[in-house]
């Protein structure tokens, strides 16, 4: 694990260990703290690159069951009081996958990894609140409403590559050549947008988030854009939630000799608890 990546994620620990106990935004201006955990069926698209080898690339979660290895995993962490929401969200995605190249007497044999972590640090403040429906007076309970919010923030992005192959050439004397290749890149984003939910039901919600940063300070574009449907569990008297999405992030990294330039898109399952 390198260095940059173990950083990453003691800044996530001592993101969520700032958790207070949950009070009901509603009702008063405590704070309020949810956790979601989530798996990201994702599909990769783009272009790779480093020492000027550049490679399409092409995967999705469903060489989990083939000779690819393949993995996506993320989590949702905001703490939120009086109309601020200030939400984490580290992602770790892995995919490797093999290599075969030539025919004949010459060809090429091996594996090429990708490890990308990434890490949404995020403030948003509340700018509109509509009221929908009649005015709920129970103690304890809020009013369905719709809202939106602005965000700025910064998307930190550590990428690990490697690869690793071995050529069979003819002869007895070079009759096997091997090829290593790791590279590590780290850079960070600004970013800006909005987020709006609304309140289908008391229960159910529907949350959509979207931004766009980089302006060629470190990449030279990225963009993202969430979209999911929250619904209200209370198991135990427990305040959870499980939830069902879409998300879609686009990056346009280049520096010296090395490329990064993908769309990583795919539905994202979670469940999740509010304190």
Known sequence: MSRARRFLIGLAGLALAAGPAR???????????????????????????????TANVDANFT???????????????????????????????KVESPIRLGRGPIEVKGKSDAQVTLLDVMGMREVARWPLGEPIVEAGMKQRAATVDVLAG?????????????????????????????????????????????????????VARG????????????????????????????????????????DDYTHNDFLYKTWLYGPVIGYGIRF
């Open 154 to 206: 910064a998307r930190i992005t550590v990428m690990d590559m490697g690869f690793n192959a071995k050529t069979n050439t003819p002869g007895p004397i070079f009759d096997e050549v091997s090829h290593d290749l790791e590279e590590t890149k780290v850079w960070a984003d600004p970013v800006f947008g909005l987020r709006g939910i609304y309140d289908v039901t008391d229960r159910l919600h529907l």
């Open 23 to 53: 009070s009901d935004p509603a009702t008063d201006s405590g704070w309020s703290f949810q956790a979601v955990p989530y798996v990201w069926l994702f599909f990769l698209d783009g272009e790779l690159g480093a020492a000027d080898q």
């Open 63 to 93: 060489d989990l069951f083939n000779q690819s290895s393949t993995a996506g995993f993320e989590g949702n962490f905001q703490l939120s009081k009086d109309g601020w929401t200030f939400l984490v969200d580290p992602t770790y995605i």
């Open 211 to 250: 931004d766009v940063g980089g302006f060629t300070i470190q990449s030279q574009v990225t963009s993202e854009l969430w979209a999911s449907l929250i619904y209200d569990f209370h198991p135990f008297g427990l305040d959870t939630m499980a939830v069902l999405g879409f998300r879609a992030l686009y």
